[in-house]
């Protein structure tokens, strides 16, 4: 175990032992719980915050998320909540889930393909929540 593995190992442990001391109910809670909390911005904000404000004419939000998926795919897929949080936000400013597959698909090419089928199995989680929510 490398040394930065064991120190975030031990910040893990020294917050899940601050988080119990806090409430005994986070006894069992996990790290990756996070993911759930992070809110979906509202397309409008999104269109605000990556496009439109700084860059008028430029690429809309539904597409500067894809190019995001795709980097974050093509990295190998290591960044679940990343990639979960974007699936989200491209949902939110309407993009189809056939359209986040096809991003996903084409990173195969440059992250492989564990990194894609990775992904993929992250995006249906999300989609699956994103259409029991309706």
């Known amino acids: 175990m490398s040394d930065f593995t064991k120190l975030f190992q031990s910040m893990i442990e020294q917050s899940q ?25 509202p397309k409008d904000a999104m269109e605000m915050a990556f496009g439109n404000t700084f860059n008028p004419g ?9 190019v995001t998926l795709g980097g974050l795919v093509a990295q190998g897929s290591q960044l679940e909540p990343q990639i979960k949080l974007t699936v989200r936000h ?12 096809e991003v996903i698909g084409q990173m195969s090419v440059f992250g492989g393909v564990p990194a894609m089928t990775k992904a993929m199995e992250l ?12």
Do not use: C, W, Y
């Not at 430029?58 to 894809?66: E, P, Q, S, V, Y």
């Not at 491209?90 to 597959?101: F, W």
């Not at 995006?123 to 309706?134: D, R």
């Open 17 to 41: 032992e601050m988080a119990k001391a806090m409430n005994p109910a986070l006894e069992k809670f996990q790290f990756p719980d996070f993911t759930s909390m992070m809110p979906t911005m």
């Open 58 to 66: 430029g690429l809309d939000a539904k597409t500067r998320l894809f």
């Open 90 to 101: 491209a949902l939110e400013v309407g993009a189809t889930a056939q359209e986040i597959a």
């Open 123 to 134: 995006a249906q989680a999300v989609i699956a929540e994103h259409e029991e929510g309706k």
